[in-house]
């Protein structure tokens, strides 16, 4: 094999399919699995022996049949490699969650007393204290997560894997394989889409094609600013935005955050990635655009 041929070829790495499946302890049923449908089997074979002195098993059995089997799809079926069970609790919760909700830290005052009692009669469910995951934002940029520990974010660059070489690109696989091995923690790589304002860059090219050694330069650089112009008039232009989220459930995790993060810029520089943290401004800068993309960025953010 010649050195072109080596260098264009790239080693296949298999990837389970489901790395947080869950282990299998009894036959293809996981623990949850085992545990609900013998909960299930447990009280069905209760009901027959408290029903067995006026019920036929027959009869039983016909009564008790879709609820095994209601029972059993909720244990064993999944959706889009999420359990039924789980899916059945999310509904309920989510059934019984205020669906609507105001930035009220101290709590919804009820109406006032002077209120018509029609117009109490025809108040619908009052609204409920928004409850945000984040509760500070440390100097440093740390988010305080109450309950859920600390939290450090960091914005990744990106690089075109396709435009490398096979070599290239199984260099930068194994180093990003070896971070991800490394990782000690709950680790979330965000990659958000958001709309591009092009109007600096936009400026920045017509203002400084004047200063090019060469009129064809400059003509160039015109065209290339009013292209630009037409394409932002005409489409939605969107950028990419990856972040790097580091959290650690305990309270008094932050230090450790942070350190993940140094420790991930370090092995990302040899997958040619660079992570930068962010500070406490554009930490508070992201959540926000996050909660309300379409809002204008802050001046000097």
């Known amino acids: 094999m010649s050195a072109r041929d080596d260098d264009e070829s790239v080693l296949p790495a ?17 623990a949850r699995q085992t545990a609900i449908l013998a909960t299930a089997a447990l009280l069905l074979y209760g009901g027959y022996w408290a029903s067995r002195s006026f019920m036929a098993p027959l009869a039983y059995l016909v009564l008790v049949a879709p609820v095994a089997v209601v029972v059993t799809v909720a244990a064993v079926g999944r959706r889009d490699g999420i359990g039924m069970d789980q899916l059945l609790l999310a509904a309920a919760r989510f059934h019984r969650t205020p669906k609507r909700r105001v930035p009220a830290p101290e709590g919804v005052p009820p109406l006032p007393a002077v209120t018509p009692a029609p117009w109490k009669a025809q108040a619908s469910r ?19 997560l109450a309950a859920d520990g600390q939290a450090a974010l960091a914005a990744c660059s990106t690089l075109n894997f396709h435009l490398r070489t096979g070599g290239e690109q199984q260099a930068l696989t194994a180093a990003f394989a070896r971070w991800l091995n490394s990782l000690t923690g709950p680790t979330q790589i965000l990659v958000r889409a958001h709309r591009l304002d092009a109007t600096p860059l936009i400026d920045e090219v017509a203002q400084t094609a004047p200063a090019l050694p060469h009129p064809a330069l400059e003509r160039a650089a015109l065209a290339h600013a009013a292209f630009l112009g037409d394409l932002a008039a005409e489409r939605d232009l969107l950028t990419r935005h990856v972040l790097l989220v580091a959290r650690e459930p305990t309270p008094s995790g932050a230090a450790r955050a942070g350190h993940r993060i140094a420790e991930a810029t370090r092995a990302l520089e040899a997958a040619e990635i660079t992570v930068s943290a962010l500070d406490a401004d554009t930490t508070a800068e992201t959540l926000r655009l996050a909660a309300d993309p379409d809002a204008a960025p802050l001046a000097g953010a």
């Open 14 to 30: 298999k990837i389970p399919a489901d790395v947080a499946k869950s282990d299998q302890v009894l036959g293809p049923l996981t």
């Open 126 to 144: 009052p609204p409920a204290p928004l409850h945000l995951p984040c509760r500070s934002i440390a100097p440093t940029g740390m988010l305080d």
